[in-house]
Nanobody, 127 residues
Framework: QVQLVESGGGLVQAGGSLRLSCAAS????????MGWFRQAPGKERAFVAA????????YYSDSVKGRFTISTDNAKNTVYLQMNSLKPEDTAVYYC????????????????????WGQGTQVTVSS
């Protein structure tokens, strides 16, 4: 079973930037699509971004498109989420997740498509 450990969260002012990291255990990291989700207080967990196992294709929610960038470093078994131009509404616990299906050919965005989850990291954006 893969273990995912997020880091990089914190408190930042509106307009600032943060980079989240998610380190994965195991030797099959490069054969799975990866995603980031977030859960704001009182709201359901929502999709943020995904990247395919090749590291070539990405997909973003409308709310973060143009501000956030997802990337992977297969040598480090790590997926990143670079967050720029942060807004107070970006405040949430951010989770990384691994797709259920190895070498899936399309990017999934539903929570049930992802089978392994990290513990989450808090991001707070002050106005």
């Amino acid at each position: 079973q893969v273990q995912l450990v997020e880091s990089g969260g914190g408190l930042v002012q509106a307009g600032g930037s943060l980079r989240l990291s998610c380190a994965a255990s195991g030797r099959t990291f490069s054969s799975y699509n990866m995603g980031w989700f977030r859960q704001a207080p009182g709201k359901e967990r929502a999709f943020v971004a995904a990247i395919d196992w090749r590291g070539r294709s990405t997909y973003y929610s409308d709310s973060v498109k143009g501000r956030f960038t997802i990337s992977t470093d297969n040598a480090k078994n790590t997926v990143y989420l670079q967050m720029n131009s942060l807004k107070p509404e970006d405040t949430a616990v951010y989770y990384c997740a691994r797709d259920r299906i190895q070498w899936r050919g399309v990017l999934a965005t539903g929570q049930t498509d992802f089978g392994s989850w990290g513990q989450g990291t808090q991001v707070t954006v002050s106005s």
